[in-house]
Each structure stands twice: as C-alpha cells, then as structure tokens.
C-alpha cells in the first residue's frame, strides 16, 4: 500500500514538473516573440537618440555612449509641428467617436432585428474587409473629389474627407466585433426592461451600451491607431492644403533627395508613438476583457 502511494505521489510530481517545464519552454518562446517585436521599436528610439555620425555609420551599434536630443530638437522645430499634431488628434479622436457609435447602433439593429437584408449585409461587411486598401484609394479619391463639390468640409484638401475614408475602413471591423458582444447580452434583459416601463431607447443607452462597453473600447483602440498612423489617405487626399496634413506627412520634411536625416526622422517616429502608447496604457484593462469577451462571443 505504501509503494502504491509513493508511486502515485511520483507520477504527480513527474506531472507536475512535466508541466512546469512546458510552461518554462512557453514562457521563453514568449520573450523571443517580445523581442523579436520589440527591436524594431528599440531601434527606433536609439536611433532617435544617437548622434549623427554614429546614425550615419557605416557600422551601427546597438548602443550608444553619447546620447543627445538634437533629433528631437529637429522634429519639433519643424514649422507648423503642433498644427499638424492638432489635425491628427481630431482626426484620430473623431474616427473613434464615430466608428463608436454608429458601430454601435448598427450591430445592435443586426443583433437584435430582423430585417430583409440582414444575413446579406452581414456577408458584406466581410467581403469588404478583404479588398486591398490600395485597390480602393483612387475610387474614393474620385469619389471624394466629387462629395467636396457640394459639401466642401469633406472633400479633397479637407480633414471631413480623411474621417469619412477612415470610417468606412473602421465600421466593418468594428460592426463585426461588436455583434458578438450585443449577441451575448440575454434578451430577458431587454424584456425586463421593457416591463419596466423603459423605452428601447433608454434600454440602448442605459443597459446595452454599458454591458458592451470593453467591445467598444476594443474597437476604438483599433480605430484610432489605424487613423492616428494613417499615411497613405493622408497623402492621397490632402494634396495641398499644408494647413490641414497629418503628423505623418510632417516626416517628410526630413526625406531628402541627397541624405535623409534618419535622426529627426526616427525621433519624429518615436513622438507620434508616445500618444499611441498613452491611449492604449489608459484602456488597457478594458481592452483586454474587450477582446476576451470578443472571442467568447
């Protein structure tokens, strides 16, 4: 009886161990990934801090000895800086706000109603998500050329065109993932209500609305890191208009045809991040219970 025991206490030891070394291998296959992902942005800031002649070279080293700010002092001397820095927060902050909502809306009337139509949008929202931005950017240039003739605020040269073009690219996206959590919520919920005496307006607003809120700001993370580091529209539809571009076309003030100037370039990378990262540190928590319940719906 006694060995029987021991062996059993072994076989769980073995399992034990056996399980923790799994998790050992797992865990340091999970800091090469970190890493492998993380250089590019290493690189990044120490190229932003080191001097020019160690940028430029010829045998570059992961390290520098004589940090300096003279990047940073660049990039943001560069004329017009906050007004280019102005323009991509309203942008960013109106393409969140209104993917939010209106995604909102609408993955509630899908989730909830049933229409004509509905299984058809729902295959749409799919398929639209699979064409190539690249293959889409000349119609809507067109496209927007010709809203602008009647509503100048969106049109080319305009910020109403960039928060329209990357609105169309958020919503689908964004309809999807929220259709999940509004499928989750009971509609006993929405009968309880309704009992109650509240309308379907107030059930929106004052129950819905806060029980998919970690979808919403799962979504809105996405949305604004699509439009805060958006170049291609940005170029594409603000052709002349120097008062209305984006921090990332500011960066072109450092391509230049003899010598790009690496430094302010990477230093002026390394500030557009900064309001990434603080955006994404504020909604951390909800963002992760965000995408856990996406996927459990």
């Known amino acids: 009886m006694t060995a029987v025991r ?138 927007m050329r010709s809203v602008g003739q009647s509503v100048p605020a969106f049109g080319l040269n305009h910020l109403g065109s960039l928060v329209l073009v990357h609105l169309a690219f958020s919503l689908p996206f964004a309809i999807w993932m929220l259709r999940g959590f509004v499928a989750a919520v009971p509609k006993e919920l929405e009968e309880a209500a309704t009992l109650d005496g509240a309308s379907r307006f107030r059930f929106l607003w004052r129950v819905l609305f806060p029980l998919v809120a970690p979808g919403l700001v799962a979504t809105s993370v996405l949305s604004f890191i699509h439009a805060w580091n958006d170049f291609l529209f940005a170029k594409t539809f603000i052709i002349s208009a120097a008062e209305n571009q984006t921090l990332p076309l500011a960066l072109q003030v450092f391509v230049r045809p003899d010598q790009n100037d690496w430094g302010a370039i990477m230093a002026g990378a390394t500030l557009m991040t900064i309001p990434v990262l603080v955006f994404f540190v504020f909604v ?12 459990k719906g």
């Open 6 to 143: 021991t062996g059993n206490t072994q076989a769980k030891r073995d399992r034990r161990n056996g399980r923790n070394a799994g998790r050992g291998r797992a865990e340091a296959v999970t800091m090469v990934v970190a890493g492998v992902v993380a250089f590019p942005l290493f690189w990044m800031v120490l190229t932003a801090i080191k001097p020019e002649d160690e940028v430029l070279s010829a045998d570059p080293k992961p390290w520098t000895l004589r940090p300096t700010f003279d990047s940073f002092v660049r990039a943001l001397t560069v004329q017009n800086f906050g007004r280019y820095f102005l323009n991509s927060v309203i942008v960013a902050l109106a393409v969140v706000l209104l993917s939010m909502l209106v995604a909102f809306l609408a993955a509630a009337a899908l989730t909830r109603f049933r229409f004509r139509g509905r299984t058809t949008m729902l295959i749409m929202l799919l398929v639209v998500q699979m064409v190539p931005v690249e293959a889409l950017t000349v119609p809507l240039f067109f496209l």
């Open 284 to 295: 951390q928590r909800r963002l992760v219970s965000g995408l856990a319940g996406s996927v």
